[in-house]
């Protein structure tokens, strides 16, 4: 199965900055998801990623707070800008694994504080 | 928008007592996958689901897709207290590819 590396694993930020967030994935894969997850809450999915073309949002997520990036078929970065205590959070990439369905894998979480 | 409800929120057993989590569904779905996620960590896949009322056993746990495909369950037989965590169901449908997590159950197992 694939394996993600996602960094950082955790900041502290000052509201009103920026932060981006990297995945890197072992294996080349169509699509990456983006998804947020508030403490002890589900997972709700913020975006999809191809690459070569722009991001598919869900509703409530816009492109102007949370740009991502898609260069090749092992990488991607979800910006969040413009941050407010609201966006602490943990952010989590995934990836359908492998040949034959493994599941979705997913990074470690990027665990962020806006203060 | 489609979306998936669990219950319980939350549920505290003795180490092997039973447990079950029920996942339902405001859409059909194309398949229900099972994720099971540490206190601190990420979710890590379990099983995934397909066929109208299906059934899959991994060791002590149980997973069913309802037979309209618009629910399941999880069920543990005798819990250990590697058991603890959150067990997620998320679900598909239609041609999206997009996964739709449920609300999750938190697992408590006392020794």
């Known amino acids: 199965s694939a394996v993600i590396s996602q960094k950082p694993s955790r900041d502290i930020c000052q509201r009103g900055t920026s932060l981006t967030i990297q995945c890197q994935v072992d294996?080349?894969?169509?699509?990456m998801f983006w998804y947020r997850q508030q403490p002890g809450q589900s997972l709700t999915l913020i975006a999809t990623?191809?690459?070569?073309?722009?991001?598919?949002?869900e509703s409530g997520f816009v492109i102007d707070k949370f740009p991502i990036s898609r260069p090749n078929l092992t990488f991607s970065t979800l910006t969040v800008s413009n941050m407010s205590p609201e966006d602490s959070s943990i952010y989590l990439c995934?990836?359908?694994?492998?040949?034959?369905?493994?599941?979705?894998?997913f990074g470690s979480g990027t665990r962020l504080t806006v203060v | 928008g489609q979306q998936v409800m669990q219950i319980p929120q939350y549920q505290h057993v003795q180490e092997g007592e039973d447990f079950t989590t029920y996942c339902n569904s405001s859409?059909?779905?194309?398949?229900i996958q099972w994720y099971k996620q540490r206190p601190g960590g990420h979710p890590v896949f379990l099983i995934q689901?397909?066929?109208?009322?299906e059934v899959k056993k991994q060791k002590r746990l149980t997973f069913q897709f309802g037979e309209a495909k618009k629910n399941s369950s999880l069920h543990i037989t005798a819990t250990q207290t590697t058991d603890v965590g959150t067990y997620f169901c998320?679900?598909?449908?239609?041609?999206?590819?997009?996964?739709?997590f449920g609300t999750g159950t938190l697992l408590a197992v006392q020794p």
């Open positions: 995934s990836v359908a694994t492998g040949t034959g369905f493994l599941g979705y894998t």
């Open positions: 294996s080349q894969v169509t699509m």
């Open positions: 990623a191809n690459q070569g073309s722009e991001a598919t949002y």
């Open positions: 859409t059909t779905l194309s398949n």
């Open positions: 689901l397909v066929k109208s009322g």
């Open positions: 998320a679900g598909q449908s239609g041609a999206t590819n997009k996964l739709i």
